[in-house]
């Protein structure tokens, strides 16, 4: 397997970027906002790179002023290394 020739903060910015144009193709997703992108805790190193490949991505909704919503965010999971973008509805 070739090695990923990403930074950090490259990749960050792939998975933000990947994540970003999986949502606006969701017919639902509307005015989603992302949030912030951060490593996936949950999924082991690959061996092609020496930083995360396996990227969460948090897109929450805007709300009207004085309304409380319960969740209303949306978590998308994104490999760099793959191009694999997912999200658990």
Known sequence: MARLR????????EA????TGYVQA???AGDAKLHHV????????????KFPVIWSAVFV???????????GEL?????VETKVVASFL
Request: avoid cysteine; hydrophobic fraction near 45%.
């Open 26 to 28: 969701l017919p639902d």
């Open 6 to 13: 990403y930074t950090r903060a490259e990749a960050e910015a």
């Open 75 to 79: 978590i998308v999971t994104v490999n």
């Open 61 to 71: 909704f805007p709300t009207p002023a004085g309304a409380t919503v319960d969740g």
């Open 38 to 49: 951060s490593p996936a805790n949950f999924a082991p190193m690959s061996n092609a790179s």
């Open 16 to 19: 933000a970027r990947l994540a």
